[in-house]
């Protein structure tokens, strides 16, 4: 059995799945390690697309009860990595109703839903994560880059209220702030590995070395801290993604979401600094990059 470490982590995202998409290695390496690591969800992903066709009467057009559905796939993932889980609006310690209501996409009739969470009042979204971090006291903070990693209106609007959150807190309370991206040539290698490994069949799509970037990809001098997943935590992020299975298809070493674009699995996740007083990356000098002995 792992000693706790007696550090706190705090994950805000924006939808199930997205923290074990683009954290779940963090995730499980840090809870096997013995940290006391939280996920906090913002909305239960309303607006989804289903993959599976005998679930498709969830969606939104339909039945309306997607989120629903997948506040149960979140739980059962977060029970495979190990750690806590929390929703924006369910009571801190406790369950209840989330408050917010997944936008969907830029432009799409969706984001003018009255509880859609691009659309609120920043400072409410504010409000219900200092909350969070009230209660829970983190020594990290992690959330995405200023563009949401693929500039979703839910993700930008995560980014921009967790910064805030975090700038209330006194200079010498504020936990460290992280933004989870994803380094320049890793990218590179991984659509390598692509080409490599998986096979067209006619319905996926593998990204091919010319094609663009999203704006989650940084230059590699940008990464300050990365946590590369033992054996037992890349088991524990396989087996939370097969339970988010409305959202995500599962291959040999790669993943596809509704969009049928190929995608490789992580080892290593990077982060970057944030400063929560802008909500800019704020790079640090190649000195004071972290070893993984001594990351957060």
């Known amino acids: 059995m792992t000693a706790n470490t007696g550090r706190t982590l705090l994950f805000v995202h924006a939808h199930p799945d997205d923290e074990t998409l683009a954290t779940g290695v963090t995730l499980a390496q840090r809870a096997i390690d013995g940290a006391d690591v939280h996920v906090l969800t913002c909305t239960l992903g309303d607006e989804g697309e289903v993959i599976p066709v005998e679930l498709a009467h969830h969606l939104s057009a339909m039945d309306d009860t997607l989120g629903r559905y997948r506040r149960l796939e979140l739980r059962a993932a977060m029970t495979a990595l190990g750690v806590v889980e929390h929703v924006l609006g369910e009571d801190v310690g406790g369950p209840g109703a989330a408050a917010y209501r997944d936008s969907g996409m830029a432009g799409t009739p969706t984001m003018q839903h009255p509880r859609a969470l691009s659309g609120v009042p920043l400072h409410e979204v504010v409000d219900a994560i200092a909350e969070h971090l009230r209660a829970l006291a983190p020594d990290v903070v992690v959330t995405y880059d200023p563009q949401g990693g693929y500039q979703h209106p839910d993700h930008v609007r995560v980014h921009r209220a967790t910064c805030a959150a975090v700038a209330r807190l006194p200079r010498q309370a504020r936990p460290a702030l992280w933004a989870v991206v994803v ?79 190929a995608a490789r699995l992580p080892t290593t996740e990077s982060y970057v600094p944030l400063d929560p007083d802008t909500g800019a990356l704020a790079p640090v000098a190649a000195d004071q990059i972290i070893d993984e002995r001594r990351a957060p």
Request: charged share 30%; proline share 5%.
């Open 183 to 261: 380094r320049r040539s890793r990218a590179a290698a991984d659509r390598a590995w692509l080409a490599e490994h998986v096979r067209d069949d006619g319905h996926l799509t593998i990204p091919g070395p010319g094609d663009p970037y999203p704006a989650g990809v940084v230059d590699d001098a940008l990464i300050a801290w990365e946590v590369t997943g033992d054996a037992e935590a890349l088991a524990r992020r396989d087996a939370a993604l097969a339970e988010h299975r409305t959202q995500v298809h599962l291959g040999d070493g790669w993943y596809a979401l509704s969009n049928d674009i």
